[in-house]
């Protein structure tokens, strides 16, 4: 399969991404060893963001240690209210100024805290208020996938996720496509090719370009996630329409996310 021809063209001068989703793990400290030993091998980039997303319990200090000329924090879930009396729960509005990022509706939080369109929709709001930039995380099913379903579901999360975000802060969005499929797995065959990621990156530009235009669709950065590893990175980061990845297990091994950070920064020069 190829990127149909009705496609968008990828923007080449766009500037690329490489985020980690430590998910529940590293203790404070640890985060912090890790964070230090990631800012130790770094060098600042111009055309590539480096993103780490920790845990919340880390993110305040980490913001204390960070080198923002290298690398940037990601929230990896939020509530989109802004105060009140919602137990154990965290605010974009409390995350405001301690990370740049939030990771929205990624497919753990939709699937085990059954947070839905809605909850994602107004997260997206939440965090753009808040002057944090939302990566939208949208990805099919093995069962979507298999029954040809892809399209609507993305389509669906989508303009599901970004209903209520305006042309003018649609260029403050990421979009991350995640097939859940392929998510954490350790078999090739459950590995997404390049031509499928190719297909559905294209369906997603395609989709944003119906609502906010040709000019305003090609600028948002479009990032893929699933078993992202040091050799396959390269691959993945050569799709056209792909501009950037979003990391999970590779990125808790600081030498891996480092390579799959130095193959970044090869494609992008
Ligand atoms: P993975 O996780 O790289 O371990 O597949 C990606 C993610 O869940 O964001």
Known sequence: MSTPARFLCYNKIMKSYIVGNWKMNFSVGESSVYLHKLSQKLRASRGLTVVVSPSFVALQPLSLQIDRKKLRLAAQAGNPHDFGAYTGAVSYTQLRGIVDYGIIGHSERRQLF????????????????????????????????????????????????????????????????????????????????????????????????????????????????????????????????????????????????????????????
């Open 114 to 269: 059954h947070e839905s369109d809605k909850d994602i929709r107004a997260s997206v709001a939440a965090a753009l208020r808040n002057q944090i930039t939302p990566i939208l995380c949208v990805g099919e099913t093995e069962t979507e996938h298999t029954f040809g379903e892809t399209e609507d579901v993305i389509r669906d999360q989508l303009l599901g996720g970004l209903s209520e975000v305006s042309t003018e802060d649609i260029s403050k969005v990421i979009i991350a496509y995640e097939p859940i499929w392929a998510i954490s797995t350790t078999t090739d065959a459950h590995l997404a090719s390049p031509d499928e990621i190719g297909d559905v990156a294209g369906f997603i530009r395609h989709t944003l370009k119906d609502t906010y235009g040709a000019a305003t669709a090609k600028e948002i950065p479009l990032l893929y996630g699933g078993s992202v590893n040091p050799s396959n990175a390269g691959g993945y980061l050569t799709i056209p329409e792909i501009n950037g990845l979003l990391v999970g297990g590779a990125s808790l091994i600081a030498d891996q996310f480092i390579d799959i950070i130095e193959i970044a920064k090869k494609v992008q020069d």
